[in-house]
């Protein structure tokens, strides 16, 4: 069974550092793409970061030049590290995997932005 936890969520200060991670245990079929999503309170959830098989990532605007995605395959593992964070980040934040079975996800991390 494809399990994902993550970990690394946390009360951070605006402006600080904070790096997120995801362990994927019981996979043995081949990842399409490892993402990190978030929602916030009363918004919808959204896609943050992705990294495809293929090397290429993609980011949403509001985190472009502060997040960077990147995995361990050895270690399966795919980390979100997180600069210059804004109050606005504030929001539960979720790995997911894309497997030719489909998408599997997480339980959620929350990171809090604030001083």
């Known amino acids: 069974q494809v399990q994902l936890v993550e970990s690394g969520g946390g009360l951070v200060q605006p402006g600080g550092s904070q790096r997120l991670n995801c362990t994927v245990s019981?996979?043995?079929?081949?990842?399409?793409?490892m993402a990190w999503y978030r929602q916030a309170p009363d918004k919808e959830r959204e896609l943050v970061a992705i990294t495809r098989s293929d090397g290429t990532t993609n980011y949403t605007d509001s985190v472009k030049g502060r997040f960077t995605i990147s995995r361990d395959n050895a270690k399966n593992m795919v980390y979100l590290q997180m600069n210059s964070l804004r109050p606005e980040d504030t929001a539960v934040y979720y790995c997911?995997?894309?497997?030719?079975?489909?998408?599997?996800w997480g339980k959620g991390t929350l990171v809090t932005v604030s001083s």
């Open positions: 997911s995997v894309r497997l030719v079975l489909g998408d599997y």
């Open positions: 019981g996979n043995n079929w081949r990842v399409i793409a």
